[in-house]
């Protein structure tokens, strides 16, 4: 954003307008609810991507979501007190992965049918 007002542009500081957005969004009780997101940083961000491959890539393609334009989308996320939007991000954090199990490819390195040798303390 511009910090500085110049005569040919009244307004400098007014966000320029993404046009139509895919939202995604979660189950409610009676309709579908806004996911909003945390930026890097922690602040609250609403999301909005220009196509659904790209929320597709991002957030997987079971994410469910909505077209919504971009102000309707500030207008719902800002009293839930996310004023930034976010157009078209890039997942940034490692994947999710839950324990692996013992035994398992990941976690087993020596080759069939050996066990790895540990060393006991010299007593």
Do not use: K
């Amino acid at each position: 954003m511009c910090l500085f007002q110049y005569d040919d542009d009244p307004e400098p500081e007014e966000p320029v307008p993404a046009g139509l957005l895919h939202v995604p969004v979660r189950p409610g009780t009676a309709q579908v609810v806004v996911r909003l997101f945390r930026t890097p940083l922690g602040a609250r961000t609403a999301v909005g991507f220009t196509d659904a491959g790209r929320l597709a890539a991002t957030l997987g393609a079971g994410q469910p979501w909505i077209r919504l334009s971009e102000p309707a989308l500030r207008a719902l996320a800002e009293p839930l007190g996310a004023s930034l939007l976010t157009v078209d991000p890039t997942f940034s954090a490692p994947a999710v992965t839950g324990p692996t199990p013992p035994g398992s490819p990941a976690t087993d390195t020596a080759p069939a049918g050996r066990r790895p040798v540990t060393s006991a303390p010299n007593a």
